[in-house]
Each structure stands twice: as C-alpha cells, then as structure tokens.
C-alpha cells in the first residue's frame, strides 16, 4: 500500500469555482502534513502546513483527521494562477524524518 | 538569500557514462535528499543524508551514489549502472528533527540521455 495517496485528477474548474482535493496516508506513525504546488517543470514549493486543528491561509484551507488517516486542501474563489498540480506530502521522525509524497492532483483554472 | 542550488539546470549524457549532479545549500540543514521524478509521475527518493559522513538509500538507490563530506553538499552521481536515466532530478534540505519541518528543494537538474 501506498505511504500517500491523492485522486490524480485532472480537476477543471472554472474561475471563482471552490475545489477540494482529499489525501489519505497509510502510516498512523505520521506526524507532519504538508501541501505542496509544483508548477509545470519546477520544482515543489510549500504552500501551507496542515495542523491538527485545521489552517487556513488567505483562499486556502487545509484540514487534518488523525482518525481517518485524512488530509484535505480547500481552494475558495480558485484564480487562473491557481493551476498547477498539489502534492499532498507527510513526514514522520521515526524514518529520519523521511517526506512521503503524493503522485499529485492536477488543476486547471479555466477562464 | 538562503536557499538551495542545483546545477547544471539542464545535462546531456551519452549512453555509459557517469554524470554528477551538484546541490548546495546555505541554510543550514542537517538533513538533504535526493529524489527523481519522472512525467505524470510522484518523487520517489533516491538517498537522503541526516548528517555529515552518512547517507541512507532510499526506494530506488540502485545506479546511483552520493557523498555528503560537507554540511553544505550533497552531490548525485548518476552511473552507467542506471539504465533508464532520463528524469527531472530534485534535491531538497530540511532540519533533521522537529514538528512541521518542511523540505526546501532546489530548482531541480533535467538529465536526459542521448
């Protein structure tokens, strides 16, 4: 089984649409949940860190359920700059503080 | 401004040949890693280094070697052994230890073999 999975998609949506994309993790042992966007041919860059009891950054809400093994992002009022894939990515120290990554959820902002 | 380097951004390599792929960083991390990606696919982690002088295998070591003599460098060196080089190449820092330590990651080195 995989450490992360994530619906790949590709998700289209329209301008100001609200998308949600959902992530589970196998390993009950993970202690630290992240979300990154990578563009196209970049690198990974950190968009926000997910705590137990939810963050929200500007547009972007990120939720955690330690019971259920589950990890959601939240994009409200979704801008054409918002397309990009996400990477839902969590760590655990017990494993050198390895990062575990998620093959990623394609988005697309259509005008 | 701190932050981590790869180069060369873009490397041919023939068929047989080693090549090394540079990552250097100046934030001070303790902890560096290597991952390749491939098109439409996740990273999968090639070494990661949790100090000077050690350096563990990851999910897909095999065909390629590292070294970490300094803090601040972690080199890849993609051997001949690696039979399907061809990949977009990504190092990335963190601090070893600690609640919500994120990884920092270059601008990655596009190998393509000719």
């Known amino acids: 089984r995989k450490e992360v999975e994530q619906d790949p998609g590709p998700f289209n949506v329209p301008e100001g649409a609200t998308v949600a994309f959902n992530c589970t993790y196998s390993n009950s042992a993970s202690q630290s949940f992240f979300w990154y966007r990578q563009d196209c041919r970049k690198e990974p860059k950190l968009l926000m860190s997910v705590y137990s009891s939810g963050n929200e950054d500007g547009r972007f809400t990120a939720q955690l359920n330690r019971a259920s093994q589950y990890i959601s992002l939240l994009i409200r009022d979704s801008k054409l700059s918002d397309s990009a894939t996400y990477l839902c990515?969590?760590?655990?120290?017990?494993?050198?503080?390895?990062?575990?990554f998620g093959t990623g959820t394609s988005l697309t902002v259509i005008p | 401004d701190g932050g981590i380097t790869q180069s060369p951004k873009y490397l041919f390599r023939k068929e047989g040949q080693n090549v090394t792929l540079s990552c250097e960083q100046n934030l001070n991390h303790d902890a560096m890693y290597w991952y390749r990606q491939d098109p439409g696919q996740g990273l999968r982690l090639i070494y990661y280094?949790?100090?000077?002088?050690?350096?563990q295998k990851g999910d897909i070591a095999e065909g390629y070697s590292v070294s970490r003599e300094k803090k601040e460098s972690f080199p890849l060196t993609v051997t001949s052994a690696q039979k399907n080089p061809t990949a977009f190449y990504l190092c990335a820092s963190s601090k070893p230890r600690g609640m919500n330590t994120e990884a920092f990651f270059g601008q990655g080195t596009r190998l393509t073999v000719v």
């Open positions: 990515v969590v760590s655990r120290q017990n494993t050198g503080n390895q990062f575990y």
């Open positions: 280094s949790q100090i000077v002088n050690d350096f």
